[in-house]
């Protein structure tokens, strides 16, 4: 990896992270910001709620399975 000038350590790119990484500062602020807006858009009345969307099922049903997972997991530990 090549080194930056100014600090002495590998930037973005020489580690092939994207600029709107979730592991970078950039990348948590603009999910911060994208989530702020959600919220902003849906007490305007502008956006459904998750939970009244038509995603709500699918959700439902993920949670639901992860939910059984889980519990198999547990009830295996002890059986």
Known sequence: MRQTAAEGR???????L??????????????AGMVTAHLTRTDRG????VW??????????????LVVVIGLSVVAMYV
């Open 18 to 31: 994207p600029e709107n990484s979730a592991l970078t500062i950039e990348g948590r602020i603009e999910r």
């Open 10 to 16: 590998p930037d973005l790119h020489d580690l092939g």
């Open 46 to 49: 502008l956006e459904k709620p």
């Open 52 to 65: 009244r969307s038509d995603w709500r099922f699918g959700l439902q049903l993920i949670l639901l399975a």
